[in-house]
């Protein structure tokens, strides 16, 4: 087992697309990390650096204390599991899975140990006669890692390894690879686009865009203080809601106002394009979940206020009267008051969709300039018919916002989140003007 280094990692296809740009990584001996972002972010780019599948245009790869840059890929002593599990559909089962120790050279007795051994831990010993073909999916994907584990590599590499499965296939699969991780204690690096799949295996996860990644954390730290507004909109289901708005002093208190912005980019989903607008300015929305991410700010006087809380006041301070962007998680939106610092909030808003998910719903939501708000509460107070009684469709509804995890971030798609630094600063709020 070893420790995978990445420094200054860079991949430019040819043609220019600068698929990974300059990341550094450390993945410590026996750490499960996952690589996460969305599609195109570059994470088997990555991957097949560390396989040597892929040329890298500048930076290291260290495995262990070697660096792995020109050694081709059989001699890097890694497995990689792929989306498609690229099985030898002329081999039966046991021979796929003895397939790397037989080139080896290793005696046949001690294959045949090795690969019913890990067939039994996989609990498909009774398909070691079988071609794949005769497989379902799910047992394809086992031998597919059974062949990587009976090699007893350095590091396991996954790229997607449940997106052919079933949901709820890859909810059990899932639970296998893990136990089967903390098992072998095999350094693995896993990518996936699937936040969720990430938060549940990693021991860390890696949050990547364009090429970049955005934070390398634990899944609960990356939930609870996100680095930026693009890893607290990416990490959490459903995503984090977003305000654009600004602080401002209100007789003495300070406050975050809705506003909303004119002139704002536009983002296309594969690039990033500035659209004409009618008034001339420059446009840029992200498409795909049309959240409008910069632009001139607003306040039109009809949004809601919310009182900054003390931890937070400090920071803020220095923001009066700039565009601001509030973050709240939509389990963190109550329909009552919480128990918190500062005043209650009541947020009122107008009901479009309940989602019942059984214990819960999901309520999307729209307030005079934000149409979509989605709170994740509980499906207390049921009608006999399943239907919640307290929340109806087209109503008016008032929710509460947990203050203590409201977050702050500066304007744009990636701006910092600007409430981490005051969550453990000692330094004394300033006095309000
Ligand atoms: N062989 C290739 N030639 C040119 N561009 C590529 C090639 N493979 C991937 N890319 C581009 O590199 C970027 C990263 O791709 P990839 O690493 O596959 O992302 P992910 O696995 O995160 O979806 C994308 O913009 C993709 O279009
Ligand atoms: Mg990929």
Request: neutral net charge; glycine residues 8%.
């Amino acid at each position: 087992m070893a420790s995978v280094t990445l420094e200054r990692l860079t991949k430019i296809y040819p043609g220019g697309v600068k698929a990974v740009n300059a990341i550094d990584l450390q993945i410590a001996d026996r750490e499960f990390v996952v690589l996460v972002g969305p599609s195109g972010c570059g994470k088997s780019t990555t991957l097949r650096m560390i396989a040597g599948l892929e040329e890298i245009s500048s930076g290291t790869i260290r495995i262990g204390e070697r660096i792995v840059n020109d050694v081709p890929p059989k001699d890097r002593d890694i497995a990689m599991v792929f989306q498609n599990y690229a099985l030898y559909p002329h081999m039966t089962v046991a021979q796929n899975m003895g397939f790397a120790l037989k080139l080896r050279k290793m005696p046949k007795a001690l294959i045949l140990q090795k690969v019913t051994e890990t067939a039994k831990m996989l609990e498909i010993e009774h398909l070691l006669d079988r071609k794949p073909k005769a497989l379902s999916g799910g047992q394809r994907q086992r031998v597919a890692v059974g062949r990587a584990i009976v090699r007893e590599p350095k590091a396991f590499l996954f790229d997607e390894p449940l997106s052919n499965l079933d949901a709820k296939l890859r909810v059990t699969t899932r639970a296998e690879l893990k136990r089967l991780h903390q098992r072998l204690k095999t350094t693995t690096i896993y990518v996936t686009h699937d936040q969720e799949e990430a938060m549940t295996l990693g021991d860390r996860i890696v949050v990547m865009k364009d090429g970049v990644i955005q934070q390398a954390d634990t899944p609960l730290s990356t939930y609870h203080r996100p680095r930026n507004r693009f890893v607290a909109g990416f990490v959490g289901m459903p995503p984090m809601n977003f305000f654009d708005g600004a602080i401002r002093m209100l007789e003495g208190r300070m406050i975050f106002e809705e506003g909303t912005l004119r002139n704002a980019k536009i983002r296309d989903p594969d690039r990033l394009t500035s659209v004409q607008t009618g008034g001339g300015g420059r446009v840029k929305i992200d498409a795909e979940s049309a959240v409008i991410m910069e632009g001139e700010l607003t306040l039109p006087g009809i949004g809601f206020r919310l009182d900054i809380p003390e931890r937070l006041r400090g920071t803020l301070a220095g923001r009066i009267g700039r565009h601001i962007v509030l973050g709240i998680r939509p389990e963190h939106l109550h329909r009552n008051a919480v128990e918190s610092e500062g005043r209650d909030c009541p947020l009122s808003m107008k009901l479009n969709v309940i989602e019942p998910l059984g214990n819960d719903m999901d309520v999307y939501m729209e307030t005079q300039l934000n149409d979509r708000v989605v709170a994740r509460i509980e499906a207390t107070a049921e009608a006999s018919d399943g239907s919640s009684l307290d929340f109806v469709r087209d109503s008016q509804v008032t929710l509460y916002a947990d203050l203590r995890k409201i977050h702050f971030f500066e304007p744009g798609e990636s701006g910092m989140n600007l409430s981490l630094s005051s969550g453990c600063s000692k330094e004394p709020t300033h006095a309000l003007a």
